[in-house]
């Protein structure tokens, strides 16, 4: 099983590798408290493999009891997988799916998170390397996608990575 970009670029370093030495997001200081409704989260390109989504991904600083975090495929605004999880603060809660859902090579998807007034977060563009940030040629960052509300479509893009949200894979 592979983990997936954020997780490999910032706030700890996965078992085994996969990402550069140091954590590229090194603090939660650069984070901030939201109390807006919508999706939050970021689109991904997937390399020239399929690959099998097993799990959604969430990290926060605060316990957020029944955070739900999404999959979705960008070409058809396809809602693959929705998860609810209990985030534990300072940790990478996961929610692994019923049934593994295939990623597509060559096509984007996005892992956001609904948003709670209770303290979904946001990583500042800043202190992220965009589109330069790809590992092993599976997954490469496209850009920050978010929603105005908790169930549409996250048809909206920007600047700045929100809801630290991830996925988890096998090639």
């Known amino acids: 099983m592979s983990l997936g970009l954020l997780t490999r670029y910032g706030l700890t370093r996965p078992p085994g590798g996969g990402g550069p030495a140091t954590a590229g997001i090194q603090s939660m200081q650069n984070l901030t408290t939201t109390s807006t ?19 959604l991904r969430i990290y926060s600083n605060d316990a957020v009891a029944d955070e739900q975090l999404i999959l979705w495929r960008i070409s058809d605004e396809a809602e693959l997988a929705r998860e609810t999880v209990t985030t534990v603060p300072g940790e990478w809660v996961e929610a692994i799916l019923a049934s593994s859902v295939t990623l597509s090579a060559a096509e984007n998807y996005a892992v956001c998170c609904v948003r709670s007034a209770a303290g979904s977060r946001s990583i500042n563009f800043q202190n992220f390397p965009g589109s330069n940030l790809t590992f ?30 991830d996925i988890a894979f096998t090639a």
């Open 37 to 55: 409704t919508g999706q939050r989260g970021w689109e991904f390109l997937v390399g020239a493999a399929d690959l099998e989504c097993t799990k």
């Open 136 to 165: 092993a040629d599976e997954l490469s960052f496209v850009q920050y996608r978010h929603s105005g509300a908790n169930d549409d479509f996250p048809a909206f893009t920007g600047s700045t990575i929100s809801g630290i949200t």
